[in-house]
């Protein structure tokens, strides 16, 4: 039996191996939709179902530790249960259940990822348990050691994703860059009156774009002073002026880091259980919810370290305490209403759980740094303002009333756009660690009460606010700082669950697939995912099933008027939650490889029923269907590879055929009220596409409008920088009017552009592809940002600090830019760049694969430099620059404030077959 469910296991994971390379898509002809696979050759499945038999033989040489015998360990066809999971990435290709069921598609693109890391990490802690290796192991390591050791994994984790993402158009945003710029103005001015920090530009060493301040009254004696909190900017003045914002942001990183290696010592210290702690220590330090926080200058980071500070600096103390730990933790309280308003009620429960935890002399200590905290906080407003009152920067505006209360609330912890539970379910472990707290009694009961307490003072507060999302930022920002607290209920709720159940595999699950979220909001989509637009759809949910409204199943408090219905789904949610649960709860396995199965099944059960009944329920207004003929992308032409994919199966009917004969039923268009989703460059009727590679056909259908002149349609490759082509039309009546496209590299930004005119003529813009290059061939280039047209090449633009001109381009000074050069086919003489150093000496570095050539340049003296020739004519190429200018600086009578590096300039080709567009 047991090699029988080894050889099942086996050609299930050949078998999932195999679907993963396939590509899934849908068309849609009127009334009609036909979905399609492309796959690869049978001859790929044999191959992975081999690899999977290597697979299983690793895992069976894994589960022979030394010193054990065939009798005492596991049967191989136990540990290898958890790989039947796998079962669910078969669903997409079935015929007729994923057409009734269309969520199931979800699993054959991206959300796929989640289910292999979900199998993966339960096959490792099944081999984990059969191996007897238990956290008992950490005891022969010191609490110290441990320690730095997390303090540096969180470090590592977190400086991985702020290295991602950190200088792009995510971060700095939002509020951010003000929080800066008052720090500046600190350090630079000795003020806080930011109107001359933003006149002179002094943002302009993080954010690209203009700043306008954020204020909205005046200050007492006429001066511009900023509406945010200044205790986060106080503490990075000096650090931002010694390392600037990435000093800034890696200082944010050691606070997030060492507030979590604080709950992690205090977790251990009361539960004694190094599992459990370091399962906790993982759900808050390595997902969305806190790990995304720790590199925003925001005030939530550094609250979370006063909060973690004082709370357990109090639970620790004896009689013995001496003073300096008690004026410590009254500092670290009575700076938070300085970190922001919004955690005064927090401070003020901090300081009633010090009170009643210590009733002696010291505890005065305490309670008289923080009222003279709160006098001087008063006394700040009413010297800038005029008023001791906390909202007197907002002026008339107040957003904050209990009746917020009723979506803030569960909108922060349920909302799938910025709830806690949708970027990382662990969390939902807090809830029942709580409760097992409470049934233990004595010191346990107490810390459930208190940190309930904190943390609902915290909920209620940022909850009861207007904008309780807290506008363009990471999920869950208003409360991150509250989440260590979570910490030692998380791990009460693993301890409490016997070793090898169901439950203890359940909680893995709920950990990894959180992680697997954080993962997918860093590497996916450029961070692009992190953001949402507040329209009641998780761009999260968007990205992983672009086909089927998979977000109409998931609660949204953002729009006040769909309160009632949100609320219906958040506790059926909760209700099929409670009920796996139970199910989890009542199979009292303690074999790990069974356990890990049933873990698995009960989760993906319960994610089914829900998507079966949920529709059932009362729904808010109607929701928007996704409309297949208005998709800007089709996973179809992003995987098209006739070399990997050249198989093809069309369903109802079934039926099989070669991957290029589906080419043609992959066109995209748009028409008018189709799309509503704003673009960052206005194009027409927001027909903005995402192609690969490729020739494509552009067809314009016109209406029965008629025109007495020509206007200009452009065509916009990248959302910055000017069009890449432009016609003067004259449409007539019904005419159709049509151009080639030819793409060297993928671009995620095409659209045609027209004055309102054209656009109220414009009856339909559709994309056909005619031929389109294979995945595998595809140049591996960065996104594609801006892009022109010269004489001699198309060039492609990948940062955002550089801009096409009609003559050519400037580098950004003092660092490695990119850009891609793409030569039409056939061309003979290779492109050569004229390049001169503007206003300073500068040395450049041009490289690609293969070559490298520097040069010296002064100012009045221009250089040639010849590129190589590649037979694709695709050259990715590298401009580094060591220095640069600001033209405000050469030219006092500048208003140009770019920190520039080298001009550059294509050649006219020497040869007369050099023309690009269409070749």
């Not at 008063?378 to 008023?387: K, L, N, S, V």
């Not at 027409?684 to 314009?700: C, D, E, K, M, Q």
């Amino acid at each position: 039996m047991s090699r029988l469910v080894s050889f099942a296991a086996c050609a299930t994971t050949g078998v999932a191996l195999y679907a993963t390379r396939g590509v899934l898509d849908q068309t849609a002809s009127g009334d009609t939709v036909t979905r399609f696979a492309m796959l690869p050759p049978w001859q790929t499945l044999l191959g992975f179902i081999c690899l999977a038999g290597l697979l299983l033989l690793l895992i069976d040489r894994l589960n022979a530790p030394s010193g054990t015998t065939t009798s005492t360990r596991p049967r191989l066809g136990e540990l290898v249960l958890p790989l039947f999971g796998l079962l669910a990435l078969w669903l997409p290709y079935l015929p007729v259940i994923p057409d009734r069921l269309p969520a199931l598609q979800a699993l054959a693109g991206p959300l796929g990822a989640m289910v292999w890391l979900s199998v993966a990490a339960l096959q490792v802690w099944v081999l984990w348990q059969s191996r007897l290796v238990t956290a008992r192991a950490m005891e022969r390591w010191s609490v110290t050691t441990v320690t730095v050791a997390l303090v540096a994994a969180t470090m590592l984790a977190a400086g991985a994703a702020a290295q991602r993402l950190t200088g792009t158009a995510l971060f700095p945003s939002g509020d951010e860059p003000h929080y800066l710029v008052i720090a500046q103005s600190l350090w630079r001015d000795g003020d806080l009156k930011i109107e001359n920090n933003h006149h002179r530009g002094d943002y302009r060493e993080y954010y690209p774009d203009d700043l306008e301040p954020h204020y909205l009254t005046r200050g007492a004696d006429s001066e511009i002073y900023s509406i945010h909190p200044i205790g986060i900017s106080v503490l990075l003045a000096p650090i931002y002026a010694l390392a600037g914002y990435q000093g800034s942001v890696w200082a944010l990183i050691l606070m997030g880091a060492i507030a979590a290696a604080m709950a992690w010592r205090w977790t251990m210290a009361t539960l004694h259980a190094p599992g459990a702690a370091i399962f906790a220590w993982a759900a808050v330090a390595l997902t969305a919810p806190f790990m995304f926080n720790t590199f925003t200058v925001y005030p939530e980071i550094a609250a979370s370290l006063a909060v973690m500070f004082a709370f357990t600096a109090t639970l620790s103390a004896t009689r013995d305490t001496g003073w300096a730990r008690w004026i410590a933790i009254g500092i670290a309280i009575a700076s938070l209403p300085w970190f922001s308003t919004k955690y005064a009620p927090m401070s003020a429960a901090l300081l009633l759980v010090v009170f009643l935890r210590r009733r002696d002399a010291r505890v005065w200590a305490v309670v008289a740094i923080y009222a003279m905290s709160l006098i001087a906080w008063f006394a700040f407003f009413y010297a800038i303002w005029g008023t001791p009152l906390p909202m007197a920067p907002y002026g008339a505006l107040v957003q904050t009333t209990p009746m917020n209360l009723r979506f803030g609330a569960p909108g922060l912890v349920f909302d799938q756009e910025y709830g806690l539970l949708a970027y990382a379910p662990v969390y939902i472990l807090a809830a029942t660690g709580l409760y097992q707290m409470w049934r233990s009694g004595a010191e346990l009961r107490r810390l459930a009460i208190e940190i309930t307490v904190i943390f609902a003072a915290l909920l209620g507060m940022v909850g009861a606010f207007g904008i309780w999302w807290g506008g363009a930022s990471a999920a869950a920002r208003p409360i991150a700082s509250g989440l260590p607290l979570l910490m030692l209920p998380m791990a009460m709720a693993f301890r409490s669950a016997p070793v090898a159940s169901p439950r203890r595999a359940a909680q893995h699950l709920l950990l990894w697939v959180s992680v697997g979220i954080g993962i997918t909001l860093a590497v996916s989509e450029n961070g692009l995912l992190i953001n949402n637009n507040r329209d009641g759809s998780s761009a999260l949910l968007d990205f992983w099933s672009p086909r089927w409204e998979l977000w109409s199943l998931a609660p949204t408090f953002v729009v006040p008027a769909w309160t009632g219905t949100a609320w219906i789904h958040m506790l059926w949610w909760i209700a099929i939650a409670a009920a796996a649960a139970t199910v989890l709860a009542r199979v009292g396995s303690t074999r790990a490889g069974v356990s890990a199965l049933v873990a698995f099944s009960t989760f993906s059960s319960a994610l089914i029923i829900v998507a079966l009944t949920l529709p059932w329920l009362p729904q808010g207004p109607p929701i928007p269907r996704v409309d297949l003929g208005a998709r800007a992308r089709r996973s179809a032409l992003d995987g098209f590879d006739a070399r990997a994919r050249p198989a093809s199966i069309i369903y109802d009917p079934v039926r099989r055929g070669a991957a290029v004969d589906v080419i043609p039923q992959l066109v995209m268009g748009v028409k008018p009220m189709q799309r509503f989703d704003p673009q960052p460059v206005r194009v027409i009727h927001n027909g903005r596409f995402s192609l690969p590679a490729g020739r494509y056909t552009i067809a314009v259908d016109f209406n029965d409008r008629t025109f007495d002149r020509a206007y200009p349609v452009s065509l916009q490759v990248g959302r910055n920088g000017p069009p890449l082509q432009t016609w003067d039309l004259q449409p007539q009546p019904h005419q159709r009017w049509e151009t080639t496209l030819w793409l060297p590299v993928d671009a995620n930004f095409v659209g045609l552009r027209g004055p309102a005119e054209i656009e109220r003529a414009v009856e339909r813009i559709t994309i056909a592809p005619s031929a389109v290059v294979d995945a595998g061939d595809r140049p591996l280039v960065p996104v594609v940002l801006a892009a022109a047209t010269y004489p001699a090449a198309n060039v492609y633009f990948h940062e955002e600090g550089m801009y096409p001109e009609p003559q050519g381009f400037w580098t950004m000074g003092a660092q490695a830019s990119q850009v891609t050069v793409a030569v039409p086919a056939g061309q003979a003489s290779p492109v050569t760049l004229r390049v001169h150093s503007g206003a300073t000496p500068n040395r450049v570095t041009f490289s690609t694969f293969g070559w490298r050539q520097a040069l010296d340049l002064t100012p009045g003296n221009g250089a040639d430099v010849a590129l190589p020739l590649f037979p694709s004519g695709v050259i990715p190429l590298t401009i580094d620059v060591e220095s640069g200018f600001s033209p405000k600086d050469a030219d006092p009578k500048s208003t140009d404030r770019r920190f520039l590096g080298i001009w550059v300039e294509l050649k006219q080709p020497t040869s007369a077959s050099a023309t690009v567009g269409t070749p």
